[in-house]
């Protein structure tokens, strides 16, 4: 059976249709990718914010003390490079790419930061809703630390952490 002019005219059009389709399909994926790179520029020159809570049981805890240390310095591609504070910690910061050494680093960290009775960056105190926040901060590596919280006979504890803004 043989199709009509009309029935090969549409077929074809169909074809250049799906082309069409295509090509802005992967146009639009293009862009997408460029922007994905862009994304990956560190803007080092536009300061940061930090808002940090702390909860137990879905209620706040106010008066937890909290203290922000600027460990490393980030450079426009995302490299990390530690503070001349922080040159003699001997800590690796090449490879943050799982828990473990994020945990061990920032254990370390703070332990260097004890022995050398270093002062923080930036210091806060939760609020009544249990929130701290930090303003004009430049951007980094951070070491999060909090001191133990009594209240009515209970103690609260956050972990060491590190963080990157």
């Known amino acids: 059976m043989r199709g009509t002019k009309g029935d090969v ?3 074809i059009e169909n ?19 460029g922007a994905a790179l862009a ?11 930090l808002t940090v809570s702390c909860i137990y049981h879905d209620d706040p805890v106010e008066g937890m003390a ?3 240390y600027r460990v490393a310095a980030v450079s426009p ?19 943050l790419d799982d828990a473990a050494h994020h945990k061990e680093t920032a ?3 703070a332990q260097y930061i004890e022995e050398n ?17 930090l303003a004009a901060l430049p951007t980094g590596l951070y070491l999060l630390c909090a ?14 952490t590190l963080l990157a803004l």
């Open 9 to 11: 005219m549409s077929i």
């Open 15 to 33: 074809k250049l249709r799906r082309l069409a389709a295509l090509a802005a399909a992967l146009f639009a994926l293009a862009a997408v990718s």
């Open 39 to 49: 994304i990956g520029t560190v803007e080092t020159e536009t300061p940061c914010s």
């Open 66 to 68: 909290l203290r922000l």
């Open 77 to 95: 591609s995302g490299s990390y490079a530690l503070t001349p504070a922080y040159a003699g910690s001997g800590a690796s910061l090449d490879a």
């Open 107 to 109: 254990a370390a960290l």
């Open 117 to 133: 009775a270093l002062s923080p960056d930036a210091e806060a105190q939760t609020d009544a809703g249990g929130n701290a926040a």
């Open 147 to 160: 001191d133990t919280l009594s209240v009515s006979g209970d103690e609260y504890a956050c972990e060491t």
